[in-house]
T-cell receptor, first 112, second 116 residues
Framework: GESVGLHLPTLSVQEGDNSIINCAYS??????FIWYKQESGKGPQFIID?????DKRQGQRVTVLLNKTVKHLSLQIAATQPGDSAVYFC???????????FGPGTRLSVLP | NAGVTQTPKFQVLKTGQSMTLQCAQD?????MSWYRQDPGMGLRLIHY???????DQGEVPNGYNVSRSTTEDFPLRLLSAAPSQTSVYFC???????????????FGPGTRLTVL
């Protein structure tokens, strides 16, 4: 993931709109990716995952897209709600047996 | 199930003091790990364990020790605290190291440590 220093990038969206959060990963050999949501004062919470042999996976109101050509991962949240306000970050895992590398995250702010 | 639990929630130490951060899980997970989270940075792996009696170093192991005497518990020890160890510490567990679709890591609520 990219380094953004002390300040996280912030995405502000209106309630009800769709949100797209992006992540650039670093290892072209990474075979598994996860998106996490972290609310203030809490631990990260699993949202959705995807393997490198897939380019799209859908969950409830969330979709993850994987573009291996440019090493890019995105999380789409449909009909964003106030409860979606949090920091979202991606994690990539190298070939089997390796641990995860986490991106710094993006703060999603949902406006009423 | 309580999931992953961590104690304490908050801790203030003076430079040079030692302490142990506790982590326990009740899901019979083999894999457990410790991360630190610093402002503007991603989670960084300190130590991990693939089962009782087996531990290994992560990305930033210096200044920390771990042990895994049981499947349930994975304590993290700070030997001689330094201001650079001021951070939020998260413990996580999963059923396997390799992971896969639906094989997620579960995180604890975190311990906020300040070293003066």
């Amino acid at each position: 993931g990219e380094s953004v220093g002390l300040h996280l990038p912030t995405l502000s969206v209106q309630e009800g709109d769709n949100s797209i959060i992006n992540c650039a990963y670093s290892n072209s050999a990474s075979d598994y990716f996860i998106w996490y949501k972290q609310e203030s004062g809490k631990g990260p919470q699993f949202i959705i995952d995807i393997r490198s042999n897939m380019d799209k996976r859908q969950g409830q109101r969330v979709t993850v897209l994987l573009n291996k050509t440019v090493k890019h991962l995105s999380l789409q949240i449909a009909a964003t709600q106030p409860g979606d306000s949090a920091v979202y970050f991606c994690a990539e895992r190298g070939p089997v047996g390796q641990n995860f590398v986490f991106g710094p995250g993006t703060r999603l702010s949902v406006l009423p | 199930n309580a999931g992953v639990t961590q104690t304490p929630k908050f801790q203030v130490l003076k430079t040079g003091q030692s302490m142990t951060l506790q982590c326990a899980q009740d899901m019979n997970h083999e894999y457990m790990s410790w991360y630190r989270q610093d402002p503007g940075m991603g989670l960084r792996l300190i130590h991990y364990s693939v089962g009782a009696g087996i531990t290994d170093q992560g990305e930033v192991p210096n200044g920390y020790n771990v042990s895994r005497s049981t499947t349930e518990d994975f304590p993290l020890r700070l030997l001689s605290a330094a201001p650079s160890q001021t951070s939020v510490y998260f413990c996580a567990s999963s059923s396997t190291l390799s992971g896969g679709l639906g094989n997620e890591q579960f995180f604890g609520p975190g311990t906020r440590l300040t070293v003066l």
